[in-house]
């Protein structure tokens, strides 16, 4: 489980503005040394995310992000395993209309794979997990992440 120990900076219009401390996630067997996007900051160096219900919060309240192993298995799946079946269906509809136009299949396969890639890049960008927050030295419930959902 990838876990990041922040600060509440502030609340407002049901969104919760977070610090994040030190330099990577605690836990996380991906290796990134706290490169990879999933606690990404706004301009002014915080983190969004939706105000949770369930747990009140004050500012300069000491929180931590908690992300599981299964929705950021979830996460690589969506990034990665779509962009690769968007470029192999979108090379392998390229070349199919290449073969029959009857002329430059090889554009066309390049054309359908470049956009393929890119679409379903795109379309998989939507689908990264939402942390979950939970008080230091508690173990967080499981609350699926709007990527766990249909």
């Known amino acids: 489980m990838a876990e990041r120990d922040v600060e509440v900076c502030g609340s407002a219009a049901g969104r919760l503005r977070l610090r994040l401390l030190g330099s990577a996630c605690d836990g996380c067997s991906g290796g990134c040394a706290g490169r990879c996007s999933l606690f990404a900051t706004n301009a002014s160096g915080e983190f969004e995310m939706p ?13 931590r992000l908690c992300l599981d192993d299964a929705s950021l298995r979830r996460a690589a799946w969506r990034g990665y395993g779509m962009a690769w079946l ?19 299949a090889d554009l066309l396969t390049l054309l359908g794979l470049v956009g393929g890639t890119f679409a379903a890049v795109r379309s998989s960008k939507a689908c990264l997990p939402e942390p979950q927050l939970r008080l230091p030295g508690r173990p967080v419930p499981f609350v699926p992440s709007m990527s766990d959902r249909p």
Request: hydrophobic content about 50%; aromatic content about 6%; cysteine-free.
């Open 51 to 63: 105000a949770p219900v369930h747990l009140p919060v004050s500012i300069g309240q000491p929180l």
């Open 86 to 104: 968007g470029l192999l269906l979108g090379a392998g509809l390229g070349f199919g209309a290449g073969l029959l136009w009857g002329r430059h």
